[in-house]
């Protein structure tokens, strides 16, 4: 029997109410598929800890967090409570940068009966994953880390950082990724989006590209300007499968391809380093909506499943695999048959309903 250790960040807001969706969602996947065990060490953290407390997060939750198996937070933050100087509470920020969480994974996928945002029925065949490095790019002069140069009141310049240590972490998981897709029956193509043909550190970005495409022969491969590649994904998204890029790009190209798609209640995202993996939903902590169960907690349940994988392979267990499978199919179900109807969407459906009808088709499976 496998046991792995996973870190729980609830947070704020809605955070709470998804986090605790994906918890029982994981345990009926548990309870179908057997053969693994999961133990959770509940952090606190988020905004309203430091309403309370006056820190962001517990003592030692940063390192206790590192050192579970993996993290599951749910979302931070509440606009009105802030630091002294306006930022707002970001702790997982933190652990991004303590765990060097360089690959951001952004699975967006068409289910059916979920909104499609476009009338070509090729739309019903979205499944691409998009890889945002979430590291550096031009992030790495994102205000909480006060790198910008300001030059009094005249100029502000802001950086965009390409290391070859990380780009190149970053295209080997985009090839290994192609790889396990096309092992999954997916197309298997990896397309390296980038500014390569105005912007030295983006030909950088894809000279190493290219360097660890050497060592993937097997790998079929594209290559798009940023600019194209957000006309593409309006004219025939359903072409592509994993799209590797940049920080800023792939934030900005990763709410494009989700609007296709749903909302920000259908985007699930794994941000993965050497030793530990971050799983939240895209989404914040939707204050607007919190307490009313009308959060939409299938990005957060998908997340989950993308956990459950990432731990399959890190503790070589394949029942975890089975149990994330399990969990796509069920959401894949209940849509299919109509039984997955969120408020989000106009639907009847709140946060509790979707959560049972999701551990319905687990069991029933
Ligand atoms: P952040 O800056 O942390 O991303 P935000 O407030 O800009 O937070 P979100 O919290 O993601 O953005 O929410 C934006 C809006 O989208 C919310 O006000 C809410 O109406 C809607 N929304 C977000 N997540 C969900 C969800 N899971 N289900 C339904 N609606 C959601």
Not at 98 to 127: H, T
Not at 199 to 212: K, V
Not at 299 to 316: H, N, P, Q, V
Request: proline share 4%; aromatic share 8%.
């Amino acid at each position: 029997m496998i046991h792995a250790q996973v870190a729980i960040i609830r947070g704020d807001g809605i955070g709470i109410d998804v986090t605790d969706a994906t918890l029982a969602v994981i345990d009926a996947a548990r309870a179908r598929v057997g053969g693994f065990d999961l133990e959770y060490r509940e952090i606190l953290a988020g905004a309203g800890y430091y309403a309370d407390n006056g820190i962001d997060i517990e003592p030692g939750g940063e390192t206790a967090a590192g050192e579970c198996d993996a993290i599951f937070l749910g979302a931070i933050g509440l606009p009105a409570i802030r630091h002294t100087d306006g930022t707002e509470i970001s702790p997982h920020l933190r652990l991004r940068d303590i765990y060097g969480l360089y690959a951001g994974v952004r699975p967006v996928r068409a289910y059916p009966n979920a909104p499609q945002r476009l009338a070509d029925p090729r739309a019903a065949d979205i499944d691409l994953v998009i890889l945002r490095e979430s590291t550096e790019g031009l992030f790495y002069s994102a205000a909480v880390h006060g790198r910008s140069e300001v030059i009094d009141d005249r100029e502000v310049r802001d950086t965009l950082r390409i290391t070859r240590a990380t780009t190149e972490k970053l295209h080997r998981f985009g090839f290994e990724l192609a790889r396990k897709r096309r092992a999954r029956g997916h197309r298997g193509l990896l397309t390296c989006v980038d500014k390569a043909n105005v912007f030295t550190s983006m030909a950088f970005f894809r000279q190493i590209f290219d360097e660890i495409r050497a060592e993937f022969p097997d790998v079929e491969t594209g290559y798009n300007y940023v600019d194209a590649q957000a006309l593409d994904f309006i004219r025939r998204p359903w072409d592509f499968d994993v799209l590797v890029t940049e920080n800023m790009f792939g934030d900005i190209l990763s709410d494009l391809a989700g609007g296709l798609v749903g909302g920000m209640g259908m985007a699930a995202c794994a941000e993965i380093g050497d030793t530990t993996g971050l799983f939240q939903p895209a989404h914040g902590s939707a204050p607007d909506i919190m307490d009313q169960d009308l959060a939409n907690p299938l990005a957060a349940i998908l997340s989950g499943a993308l956990m459950l994988d990432y731990l399959a392979e890190k503790t070589a267990c394949d029942a975890l695999a089975r149990a994330a499978s399990a969990i796509e199919s069920a959401v894949e179900r209940g849509f299919a048959a109509n039984r997955i109807r969120p408020r989000e969407f106009g639907g009847d459906m709140g946060t509790r309903a979707v959560t049972n009808e999701v551990i319905t088709q687990l069991r029933e499976a």
